[in-house]
């Protein structure tokens, strides 16, 4: 069974915040796979289902974003489940909008979520990092991450959540590849091939030049003709 913790802060005042990308990722999975209400339990919020036949539990931290670690490490215990079983989906500035990528291990990269877990956990559980961009200089960061996402931004967060939703799946089965696919699909589809060629560009054969006729005088009679 996979616990997967989509990071963010309790409120509507958050809900829409770019820090809260990931509360969004956990809920819109909730919805496609018709996992259940979502129950209050284990200082956060908790829907549990099946994707396929892997049972999962998704968990919505509700300690504020500093504190995450102590829900993540309650419902660990209560559901009996190793680090490697967790996966935490958060904001990742470092990545450009859109972005998504899968991460075994490593550091936590100064996320205050992460920094939490890694407090309970230590560092071997999986994460999602969802790609928010960076606003220019550390000092517009706290700003940044604790403003809603722009009108502007709509299209990509939506192929983002979809995408993260689609490859859930897998996800839960611990196939990052393949959640990777799926999370391509939307985010960077191909482009369709339309099975025919451009017009061809040809090069217009050299033209011909005119043979110049000989000249059969003598060079006494070419002197004479200078002078007529």
């Known amino acids: 069974m996979k616990l997967i913790v989509g990071l963010g802060n309790p409120g509507a005042k958050y809900a829409r915040n770019r820090h809260n990308i990931g509360f969004m990722a956990v809920e819109r999975m909730a919805a496609d796979h018709d996992f259940g209400p979502w129950k209050s339990k284990h200082q956060g919020s908790i829907s549990e289902g099946r994707f396929?036949?892997?049972?999962?539990?998704?968990?919505?931290?509700?300690?504020?974003?500093?504190?995450?670690?102590?829900?993540?490490?309650?419902?660990?215990?209560?559901?009996?489940?190793?680090?490697?079983?967790?996966?935490?989906?958060?904001?990742?500035?470092?990545?450009?909008?859109?972005?998504?990528?899968?991460?075994?291990?490593?550091?936590?990269?100064?996320?205050?979520?992460?920094?939490?877990?890694?407090?309970?956990?230590?560092?071997?559980?999986?994460?999602?990092?969802?790609?928010?961009?960076?606003?220019?200089?550390?000092?517009?960061?706290?700003?940044?991450?604790?403003?809603?996402?722009?009108?502007?931004?709509?299209?990509?967060?939506?192929?983002?959540?979809?995408?993260?939703?689609?490859?859930?799946?897998?996800?839960?089965?611990?196939?990052?590849?393949?959640?990777?696919?799926?999370?391509s699909l939307r985010t960077a589809p191909p482009r369709p091939s339309t099975g025919t060629k451009g017009p061809q560009k040809t090069t217009p054969p050299p033209s011909e030049e005119r043979p110049t006729a000989s000249d059969e005088r003598s060079a006494m009679q070419k002197l004479m003709d200078r002078f007529k």
Do not use: C, Q
Not at 116 to 130: A, D, F, K
Not at 141 to 151: E, H, R
């Open 52 to 183: 396929g036949s892997a049972r999962a539990v998704l968990l919505r931290p509700e300690t504020f974003m500093n504190k995450s670690g102590d829900s993540v490490a309650a419902a660990m215990r209560f559901y009996k489940i190793e680090p490697e079983d967790v996966v935490a989906l958060h904001d990742e500035l470092d990545l450009a909008p859109g972005k998504v990528k899968f991460k075994m291990g490593g550091g936590h990269a100064g996320h205050n979520g992460l920094r939490s877990i890694h407090s309970h956990l230590g560092p071997e559980y999986g994460r999602v990092r969802l790609g928010i961009g960076h606003p220019g200089h550390k000092d517009r960061v706290a700003g940044y991450v604790l403003n809603d996402f722009a009108k502007a931004e709509a299209d990509w967060l939506d192929d983002v959540l979809r995408g993260v939703s689609d490859g859930a799946p897998m996800l839960a089965a611990g196939d990052a590849a393949k959640f990777m696919n799926a999370v």
